[in-house]
């Protein structure tokens, strides 16, 4: 697995510590060479630039909002879209998401899906599956 793809509302949208251990798992990921990006079932436009700051701060490589590219989880077009953006095929990539529905989208399209419930729980698969040490 090379690619890291995590729903926004749900998953990125808790808490400010919460939020903060997801940047630092984030840049772990990312020096262990993992590609990371952001999918959201957003709309997009104006509302979407907090959500897009992830991305232009270089927290992920890619944010992608279902809006903008005409596609909503669980299509496997959203999953797909989320892949391109990091340049890797689906089946190397994992999907983080608070909706079993999303999950199993995923898993059913070739990716890796984890059903997110808290961030110690994901944190923990996350690190296991990128090889990737350290607390967050």
Same mark, same amino acid.
């Given at each position: 697995?090379?690619?890291?793809?995590?729903?926004? /509302?749900?998953?990125?949208?808790?808490?400010?510590?919460?939020?903060? &251990?997801? &940047?630092?798992?984030?840049?772990?990921?990312?020096?262990?060479?993992?590609?990371?990006?952001?999918?959201?079932?957003?709309?997009?436009?104006?509302?979407?630039?907090? !959500?897009?700051?992830?991305?232009?701060?270089? !927290?992920?490589?890619?944010?992608?909002?279902?809006?903008? /590219?005409? @596609?909503?989880?669980?299509? &496997? @077009?959203?999953?797909?879209?989320? *892949?391109?953006? !990091?340049?890797?095929?689906?089946?190397?990539?994992?999907?983080?998401?608070?909706? !079993?529905?999303?999950? &199993? @989208?995923?898993?059913?399209?070739?990716?890796?899906?984890?059903?997110?419930?808290?961030?110690?729980?994901?944190?923990?698969?996350?690190? *296991?599956?990128?090889?990737?040490?350290?607390?967050?």
């Amino acid at each position: 697995m090379r690619g890291l793809i995590v729903d926004f /509302v749900g998953v990125l949208d808790g808490t400010e510590e919460d939020v903060k &251990r997801w &940047r630092e798992l984030f840049a772990a990921a990312k020096s262990n060479g993992v590609a990371t990006a952001i999918l959201s079932n957003d709309p997009g436009g104006p509302g979407a630039e907090h !959500i897009r700051e992830w991305e232009y701060r270089g !927290i992920v490589d890619a944010v992608v909002l279902s809006g903008e /590219v005409g @596609a909503e989880k669980p299509d &496997r @077009a959203a999953f797909q879209a989320a *892949a391109d953006a !990091i340049d890797l095929p689906i089946n190397d990539c994992v999907m983080v998401d608070d909706s !079993i529905v999303n999950v &199993r @989208a995923a898993v059913e399209n070739g990716m890796v899906g984890m059903l997110y419930t808290v961030f110690d729980r994901t944190s923990v698969e996350v690190q *296991a599956v990128f090889d990737i040490e350290g607390e967050f």
